[in-house]
């Protein structure tokens, strides 16, 4: 298992990177448009000739997390067209950064009924992936439901995936701890963590499950809501998280945190508390820091970058 963090790139793009290393990650998931807004930046080339580079270097896996304004379900046509739009500009930008694999949420069918949001979503799809880089992987991500949202289900993303079976090669599964205690999935017990890994595997197939998000959750289960929280600072148990984790059928994937970045008394990230954090996943996930290899001369001093 590979294990690292939802980083910011701002404007020193590569810079993400040696502090992702600084703090004991060797992967990373990134955005690569506006994560709230429906037109992207403009190209980077240099920026993203740089961060593609040192990825190669590194041999680190990198998933880019798609705008939250997608919404590949909906029924109103104009947001359709647009979240398409949106997605197929988010895979070619994720290949120019070097990432294999976009992370997206699947949607909501704001009311036009499960049956007729999964069949759009599907269509989304699949014109999203027509034309699309073929070395980019598109990965559906779970949700906590409520207010029309797909995805609380396993059930809802097999039913997508097997309705896009002719890009089951460049198809595949987040899960995000959160989202499945929104859900009401229990996983904050060892039993409750092994009993959601067998409906994935059921449903779904481990194999076919690439990225999990790792993210407490402040919210109740089943609350179906999505408010993440660090690891123990939250609602579900450690030894859930820790089983989870740890699950054979689960250690081919890339661990990702997008846990709350704390913040030094002068308001700026505090990334040595942050190392602390990352250390702590790795231990419940049984995880070793990984080697030096890539590791680079100008490696980022975490006491200076503080204010990243």
């Not at 600084?22 to 961060?51: K, L, S």
């Not at 609350?223 to 989870?244: N, T, W």
Request: with cysteine.
């Amino acid at each position: 298992m590979r294990m690292g963090r939802h980083m910011p790139i701002g404007s020193h793009a590569t810079q993400a990177l040696e502090l992702t290393q600084e703090i004991g990650g060797d992967a990373a998931q990134i955005f690569v448009t506006n994560p709230r807004a429906w037109q992207p930046p403009a190209p980077n080339p240099e920026a993203e000739n740089a961060f593609r580079a040192r990825v190669e270097e590194l041999g680190w896996p990198v998933v880019a997390h798609a705008a939250y304004i997608i919404n590949l379900a909906s029924p109103r046509d104009d947001i359709f067209e647009r979240s398409i739009s949106l997605l197929q500009v988010t895979m070619r930008r994720a290949e120019a950064f070097g990432a294999g694999s976009v992370v997206f949420h699947i949607g909501s069918h704001t009311g036009a009924g499960e049956e007729a949001g999964l069949k759009r979503l599907a269509e989304g799809i699949e014109r999203t992936l027509a034309g699309a880089p073929a070395g980019v992987m598109l990965l559906l991500e779970n949700d906590t439901g409520g207010g029309g949202k797909l995805g609380y289900r396993m059930e809802n993303l097999a039913s997508a995936l097997d309705q896009a079976s002719q890009f089951a090669a460049q198809l595949g599964v987040c899960i995000d701890t959160s989202h499945l205690w929104g859900a009401g999935y229990d996983v904050g017990t060892a039993e409750g963590a092994e009993a959601a890994v067998a409906e994935i595997d059921r449903t779904i197939g481990l194999a076919r499950v690439s990225v999990l998000h790792v993210n407490d959750a402040r919210e109740a289960m089943g609350s179906h809501r999505d408010v993440h929280a660090r690891l123990g600072e939250g609602q579900i148990a450690l030894e859930g998280i820790q089983a989870f984790l740890r699950h054979p059928g689960l250690a081919h994937t890339t661990a990702l945190l997008e846990t709350p970045l704390p913040e030094s008394a002068s308001g700026k990230t505090d990334w040595e508390q942050e190392r602390v954090f990352m250390l702590q996943a790795r231990e419940l996930a049984g995880t070793p820091l990984p080697s030096a290899k890539g590791e680079s001369s100008g490696a980022v001093d975490l006491a200076t970058s503080r204010e990243q």
